[in-house]
């Protein structure tokens, strides 16, 4: 029995060497990035990059997007969760590539985070509002070249539909009109 705790003990101390080794390989990386996120704007953050020290340690970039180590311990894999599923973004035994992985990530993110706020602002929402929509993470779209004009060709849809309710609506009290006034004509 004593022998069976010695080895499991071994097993532990090793598993936690391996996990401490991965944790300071993160941080190595998270410090490789700092000048990076210093550059962002002040009233940005979507990025919190912090390492969660867990059974697989990952450096989270922000609430989509992480950096673990891989299986053979050698390889930083660079994921990121879409609403399809979990895609590899790059994968590399090099810091500097994943820090330029990183860095065209946070770029990315914050070109969406732009479109995002101006569309916002166009259509009237308020700048709480498009924060709340900015730091939730949302994944925006770029618009579709003609998305101007399929806004129009829905507001035209629903007038349509509108008065097509409204000469039906017409037509409907004139005929109830029309069968009142002859009731009138017949008994009154």
């Known amino acids: 029995m004593r022998r069976a705790r010695l080895d499991n003990a071994s097993r532990s ?3 936690s060497d391996i996990r401490g080794a991965e944790i300071v390989r993160l941080e190595v990386l998270r410090d490789a990035i700092g000048p990076v996120l210093d550059q962002l704007p002040d009233d940005c953050d979507l990025f919190d990059v912090a390492i969660a020290p867990s059974e697989r340690p990952r450096l989270f970039i922000d609430q ?3 950096v673990e180590i891989g299986l053979d311990r050698r390889v930083y ?4 969760d879409t609403r399809h599923g979990r895609i ?7 810091a500097e590539v994943m820090v330029e992985a990183v ?12 479109k995002a706020l101006a569309c916002d602002f166009a259509s009237g929402a308020t700048a709480a509002e498009a924060a709340r929509a900015a730091a939730m993470g949302a994944e925006a779209e ?15 849809a629903m007038r349509t539909y509108l008065f ?5 609506g017409a037509i409907v009290a004139f005929g ?9 004509l017949l008994h009154g």
């Open 88 to 94: 590899q973004v790059c994968e590399s035994e090099k």
């Open 176 to 184: 109830l009109l029309a069968m009142l006034g002859r009731w009138f």
């Open 164 to 168: 097509l309710w409204e000469a039906i």
């Open 103 to 114: 860095t065209a990530y946070i770029a990315h993110r914050l070109i969406e985070r732009e």
């Open 13 to 15: 101390e090793a598993l």
């Open 142 to 156: 770029a618009p579709a070249p003609n998305a101007e004009g399929q806004a129009a060709q829905g507001g035209r």
């Open 64 to 66: 989509l997007g992480f």
């Open 77 to 80: 894999r660079f994921l990121q």
